[in-house]
């Protein structure tokens, strides 16, 4: 199965409520990173923690990672309409292996936020 | 600054056609990278060219090739269109030496294939 597994695949919420999105990973990272996508469109980076992170945040946006259970959130906070789009989590492995260079997403979470 | 720019956006071809699809990086970014998207599914890699080489490749047959140029502007070509090779072609940049850091993605282009 594919790394990188995002769940839930669809998350339907109410404006200004959270959302809570999941990722999990089967091998070591060097970094797992979250991407925006709009309409299938390009992506757009959001936020990178690397292996030896737990949290960080960047204004409504908030990652943990914990890399014993391998896995990942994204916590976005008081949603807006705006914030409807696909998310991705995608592991980076580490330098010097045959999957160097390659980021493996996951399937995605599908946001919508009703205003 | 101008981001990833590529084109054409959009494309229609039948099978057995040959297809070209081209990017352009953000200034000062040597690495360009090429992900195909198709319907409901999440980003597959295909190929990543750094300083003129390629650097690593996904899981994908020969007809999918591509290159890049000294002004770091890459091409994919795939050959002998197939029906399944219907997706969006998203191209990404990322600055020298960050292979597996934060990518800059281009809006793709999107090819079906009849």
């Known amino acids: 199965s594919q790394q990188g597994e995002e769940d839930p695949q669809a998350l339907s919420i109410q404006e200004g409520e959270n959302a809570t999105m999941n990722c999990s990973y089967k091998t070591s990272i060097n970094n797992l990173q979250w991407y925006r996508q709009n309409s299938g469109r390009g992506l757009v980076h959001l936020i990178l923690i690397r292996s030896n992170e737990r949290e960080k945040h960047s204004g409504r946006l908030r990652v943990t990672l914990d890399t014993s259970k391998k896995s990942s959130s994204l916590l976005i906070t008081a949603s807006r309409a705006a914030d409807t789009a696909s998310y991705f989590c995608a592991r980076a492995p580490n330098a010097g292996g045959t999957s160097y260079g390659k980021l493996t997403f996951g399937q995605g979470t599908i946001l919508t936020v009703h205003p | 600054e101008a981001g990833v720019t590529q084109s054409p956006t959009h494309l229609i071809k039948t099978r057995g056609q040959q297809v070209t699809l081209r990017c352009s990086p953000i200034s000062g970014h040597t690495s360009v990278y090429w992900y195909q998207q198709a319907l409901g599914l999440g980003l597959q890699f295909l190929l990543w060219y750094d300083e003129g080489e390629e650097r690593n490749r996904g899981n994908f047959p020969p007809r999918f090739s591509g290159r890049q140029f000294p002004n770091y502007s890459s091409e994919l070509n795939v050959n002998a269109l197939e029906l399944e090779d219907s997706a969006l072609y998203l191209c990404?940049?990322?600055?020298?030496?960050?292979?597996?850091?934060?990518?800059?993605f281009g809006s793709g282009t999107q090819l079906s294939v009849l």
């Open positions: 990404a940049s990322s600055p020298p030496a960050r292979g597996s850091e934060k990518l800059f």
